[in-house]
């Protein structure tokens, strides 16, 4: 899918923003299945946040108890640990209403569209990312050797490609030509005709081919009443009738659907405010061009809205605190570079207060440096006044201090900020920066000591969880058993809902276990890990525990007994294989229109049951793992939370895939090692992605270096080996199981060494092991400083596990 970014400023309204528009419209209908475009809640003004340290530093910045993969979170797991869990899978067939003779046709026509144009994909898709000439040519080759509905798919394709690239001529041929080969004499309407006349509409609204796109949109309502961009249609014509300077025609188009959920779009409104103002009605299309650029803020039509308020004057005059409230969004979204220039430009305005302009400068110099541009004299430009400004550039120079290591200059500004900011929640963020800067140090002491402060100042705070779980662990670590037996004694009664709860849990049976010697109360936590978390890692660490226990009755402790899992909807996995909509939804997949695959499948009857599910299978069935994987994690992150029997087998496939098997068990036996450990390894790695290739060079799917992978291709007698020979499945397993292999051996063998250093280098395990004292691995895990190279370790560990699992109970199936 084309990524479209904030646009330009214009300076006249109604000569520049048809490619924007009609940008944002071509996705428009595609975003309102989901709700993409309707106005976020209130934005609170910017204040710390979890994600305001450069990698090296924030990896050490959250411990995620969870064991959770780099890709993606399961805070909700945690978060409603005191509800109940329901554990029922459907694998019945849901009651749902009749196709209709009409519908039943369409069906069938779908289908045979999508078996016809089943071998377009890998070009429509290559077409889709990388629009080069050989990508088009390798489309039109299909197209011009086939007829019929995998025409219509290929040409559709292509006139997507073109409509993007603003080839508007090219767009119009080839939807054109899709159209041709989609009807017949008995099929007047096609099975793509929507997607080709809305595309076609589009094209020619770009281009400023007004009659012609007036034309296509005539009774296209009438015509496609099931189409996905109904809702789409009376925003084109508004923009077609600007175009045309009709504006009484545009409000025509528009007013009708006011009241619908339509008008509760940033584009509805867009439209709305420009053909307001071409009536004149200035008044009202300024409160709309307002209401757009702040209620809107991250929308592509934001952007438009600004523009078109800068050039009225308007923007200078807008209150400053919901200016601010705009800057502050983009600002929270990550848009650190629109977020500064929002900021700035806020501060360079006349009739901002000096408290102000000083609040902006600082909210734009923290956007600075997490853009690793910051220097000393721009915060030393900005007074040092006695409030949260004042308290937030304190915080900046504090971790401008600890950019360079200069421990002493980051005490004695968060000693500052002690006394003079004692409630602010910047002090909060400098200590909880200054206790990641000792973790990382090595120093616990003062490690706790910023940690200890932070959860005592601030119980409530979003960092208090964490912040109070490390002071917990390294008192541990001290061998200050007691005053580690409380902390987590307080962590599981005060955090109940908490990401740490499960180590907390898990270090307190340890405590009962190895120094309490209550091996009953020991066995009631491990049992609770079990019960609560029975995929994370530490119900493995339990799971064992309770094993070398051997024959003990746990304690009954109530607090423990509140602890509930996760609830586990009800989930389905029987798709209505003959819905128009999903068999369309399979043929765009065919056709490289990702877009607008989820549209088309939550277009259907029931698809809130079901619809996550059949997309993934949609892109699982086309060998493309990872865009299934992700989309099931996203859609239920609760899955580390589920019993195997709780959530259908099909769901668990797709999280769980044995893609690349057969090479996967070779490598996995030429190199004496597991083949679940390969097949999770890889997972956590790219997720099954053969084309991945990371920010630090690392290729394929067990992402290695190419230095590293001509050493070893070197060792395996590959001869006249090439770098981009790691993207072939079977070369990178190969080197990838040797890679494995040769890293296990460098750390005797124990794995937990071994996917740490596979994923932070061999050079910090052996500093990490350097501080010695470690009672067991599972000690060092725990200790692991970086979040994501510790959630990785525990993630692959609980990969194998489900990978087993998993397989086991499809073989049990299969013997009943």
Request: charged share 20%.
């Amino acid at each position: 899918m084309a990524v479209l970014h904030t646009p330009p400023r214009i300076k006249r309204l109604f000569v520049v923003t048809t490619f924007l528009i009609g940008a944002a419209l071509l996705l428009a209908s595609a975003r309102s299945q989901s709700g993409s475009q309707t106005p976020p809640a209130q934005t609170p003004p910017a204040q710390p946040t979890t994600t305001t340290h450069p990698t090296a530093r924030h990896a050490a910045t959250t411990h995620h108890a969870t064991p959770s993969n780099a890709h993606t979170s399961h805070r909700a797991s945690a978060s409603t640990a005191h509800t109940t869990r329901t554990r029922t899978v459907a694998h019945h067939r849901r009651r749902r209403r009749p196709l209709t003779a009409r519908q039943l046709a369409r069906s069938r026509r779908l289908q045979h569209a999508f078996v016809a144009s089943s071998q377009l994909r890998p070009m429509a898709q290559q077409l889709a990312q990388t629009p080069s000439p050989a990508a088009y040519a390798g489309v039109s080759a299909f197209a011009h050797s086939h007829t019929g509905e995998a025409a219509a798919a290929a040409y559709l394709a292509l006139g997507h490609a073109y409509l993007l690239e603003r080839k508007f001529p090219e767009a119009v041929s080839a939807l054109h030509s899709a159209h041709l080969a989609d009807v017949s004499k008995t099929q007047p309407t096609g099975a793509l005709a929507d997607y080709t006349d809305y595309l076609t509409a589009q094209a020619f609204l770009q281009n400023n081919q007004l009659p012609q796109a007036e034309a296509v949109l005539n009774n296209y309502v009438q015509k496609y009443p099931d189409s996905i961009f109904i809702d789409g249609v009376p925003i084109l014509r508004a923009n077609l009738m600007v175009q045309e300077g009709d504006p009484q025609a545009a409000l025509a188009a528009l007013n009708p659907h006011r009241s619908e959920p339509i008008a509760g779009k940033a584009d509805f409104q867009l439209a709305l405010a420009k053909v307001e103002a071409m009536a004149g009605h200035t008044a009202e299309a300024q409160h709309l061009f307002e209401h757009v650029y702040l209620d809107y803020p991250l929308s592509i039509e934001a952007g438009v809205a600004r523009s078109q308020l800068a050039t009225d004057g308007v923007l200078a005059t807008l209150p400053v605190e919901e200016r601010r409230r705009h800057a502050d969004a983009l600002y929270n979204a990550g848009h650190y570079d629109d977020a500064e220039d929002e900021y700035r430009s806020l501060a360079a305005q006349a009739n901002v207060d000096d408290s102000s302009r000083n609040a902006l400068l600082v909210a734009a110099a923290e956007c600075a440096w997490k853009l690793h541009r910051l220097s000393q004299s721009q915060l030393d430009s900005i007074p040092d006044t006695s409030d949260e400004t004042g308290a937030r550039r304190l915080y900046l120079l504090m971790e401008l201090a600890r950019d360079r290591d200069d421990s002493t200059t980051q005490q004695s500004i968060v000693a500052q900020m002690e006394t003079r900011f004692p409630s602010s929640p910047w002090l909060a963020e400098a200590l909880y920066s200054s206790g990641n800067m000792y973790l990382l140090l090595k120093d616990y002491p003062h490690a706790i000591t910023y940690y200890g402060e932070l959860a005592t100042r601030f119980p409530t705070h979003k960092y208090a969880p964490s912040a109070h779980w490390r002071t917990g662990w390294l008192n541990y670590r001290l061998a200050q058993y007691s005053e580690a037996a409380r902390l987590f004694d307080e962590q599981i009664h005060v955090y109940a809902g908490g990401q740490e709860i499960p180590s907390a849990l898990y270090w307190r049976a340890r405590i009962y276990e190895d120094q309490e010697h209550k091996p009953s109360t020991a066995a009631a936590y491990y049992g609770t890990i079990l019960r609560v978390f029975p995929h994370y890692y530490y119900a493995m660490l339990a799971q064992a525990r309770l094993m070398q226990l051997g024959a003990v009755t746990p304690d009954s402790i109530p607090e423990l007994d509140a602890l509930k899992p996760v609830p586990i909807p009800e989930l389905t996995d029987d798709v209505p294989e003959d819905d128009p909509h999903v068999v369309k939804a399979r043929l765009l997949a065919n056709a490289g229109l990702n877009e607008y695959i989820e549209p088309e499948i939550h277009a259907a009857d029931g698809s809130d049951e079901w619809g996550a599910f059949a997309e993934a299978e949609i892109y699982a069935s086309y060998g493309e793992s990872w865009r299934a994987m992700r989309l099931l994690k996203h859609a239920i992150p609760f899955y580390t939370s589920a019993p195997i029997e709780a959530i259908p087998v099909a769901y668990w496939r797709i999280l769980f895939p044995q893609m690349y098997w057969t090479d996967i068990k070779a490598g996995a036996e030429r190199n004496g090692l597991d083949p679940y450990m390969v097949a999770s390894l890889i997972r956590q790695e790219t997720e099954f992605n053969p084309a991945a290739i990371s920010n630090k060079n690392a290729w394929g799917l067990m992402q290695l270096l190419p230095s590293v992978g001509r050493s070893l291709a070197r060792e395996e007698g590959i001869r006249h080996f090439q770098t981009d020979e790691l993207l072939n499945p079977s070369t990178n397993i190969r080197l990838g199981t040797l890679y494995l292999k040769q890293t296990l051996d460098k750390f005797g063998g124990q794995p937990e060494y071994a996917f740490a250093a596979y994923n932070a280098g061999d050079d910090r395990v052996v500093d990490w092991q350097s501080i010695g004292n470690y009672h067991g691995i599972d000690e060092f895990v725990e200790s692991i400083p970086f979040s994501e190279t510790r959630e990785y370790v525990e993630a692959i560990l609980r990969n194998e596990q489900i990978y087993r699992e998993l397989d086991k109970i499809v073989a049990q199936r299969a013997q009943n």
